[in-house]
């Protein structure tokens, strides 16, 4: 890593990542740690044997969170040519990657609100489905909105 960052403060930030995902969203402390090192470490790409010491992990910990990670697309497992240490890194446009997966999901999931209000008609069920709905809309569209803007 280079010296010019203090490792101290630099880990109490990757610990910030860590603790906002873990509130926000749900995820593991470690997953929000693999990802906010892999955010600022120098080289950008790095073994899961490197991450877990970088952020006091279990090695058995990085398999199933590395995965996770990659399977939401914020990481690439990268091979080179003659090396069996597989490395990861962010996914160019990460962040992007993950709000268009999340339109998608958005979308997706109005598809099934969509039909719940076809089934349930006008009843107090069905306005409880529309208010989903209405909502996941509102989402889609201001995600929709931002996505194109990012893309321009």
């Avoid at 790095?46 to 995965?67: D, F, K, V, W, Y």
């Avoid at 990659?70 to 160019?92: D, H, I, M, Q």
């Amino acid at each position: 890593m280079n010296d010019d960052v203090d490792r101290e403060r630099l880990m109490e930030w990757v610990e910030r990542i860590a603790s906002h995902l873990a509130a926000t969203d749900g995820l593991p402390p470690v997953t929000g740690r693999i990802l906010g090192w892999l955010m600022v470490c120098d080289p950008a790409e790095q073994s899961a044997g490197r991450i877990a010491e970088a952020i006091g992990a279990s090695r058995g910990s990085m398999t199933p969170n590395l995965r996770q990670l990659t399977a939401v697309g914020f990481l690439e497992k990268v091979n080179r040519p003659g090396s069996r240490t597989a490395l990861y890194r962010l996914t160019e446009n990460a962040w992007q990657v993950v709000v268009d997966r999340q339109v998608a999901a958005l979308a997706a999931f109005r598809a099934i609100t969509s039909d719940g209000m076809a089934l349930l008609g006008n009843g107090e069920r069905a306005h409880r489905v529309r208010q989903a709905d209405h909502v996941m809309e509102r989402l889609q569209r201001a995600l929709s909105r931002e996505a194109q803007e990012e893309r321009s």
